[in-house]
């Protein structure tokens, strides 16, 4: 069981920003950006390598959570969405999770 099951759960407390009956929503532990939340599948899945068809509208939904939790935080002058992927990507929790930064500019490319 990952941490974020713990969370999803309720067994450990977060900063839950946003709760449906398919995911959750909460500020990132060690924040990247003055906005930074994790949106996250109720479902255990653990990374994007592991989606299958079945969750093709899970991860649209989770989607448009990101565009909901962005105008809510006004982030108007854009922001950027990122899911890590394994080893080279720098992934540290093994369930799927969409990292929703905003508040400052960002760089590119990503390092
Ligand atoms: P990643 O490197 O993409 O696997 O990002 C995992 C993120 O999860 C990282 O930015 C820190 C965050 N994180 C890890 N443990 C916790 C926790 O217990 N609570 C919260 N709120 N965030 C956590």
């Known amino acids: 069981m990952t941490i ?5 759960d309720h067994e450990i407390p977060a900063d839950i920003v946003y709760e449906d009956d398919q995911c959750l929503a909460f500020r990132d532990i060690s924040p ?3 906005t930074h939340i ?7 899945i653990t990374a994007v390598d592991a ?5 093709q509208m899970l991860v649209g939904h989770i989607f448009l ?8 935080e006004g982030l108007t002058d854009g922001f950027r969405v990122v ?17 929703l930064l905003g508040g400052r500019p960002f760089g590119w490319p990503p390092g």
């Open 4 to 8: 974020f099951k713990k969370i999803i």
């Open 51 to 55: 989606l299958t068809e079945e969750d």
């Open 65 to 72: 959570v990101i565009q909901k939790i962005a105008k809510d």
């Open 32 to 34: 990247q950006a003055p």
């Open 83 to 99: 899911t890590n992927n394994g080893q080279n990507a720098c992934q540290t929790v093994p369930h799927l999770h969409f990292h």
């Open 38 to 44: 994790l949106v996250i599948p109720k479902k255990e």
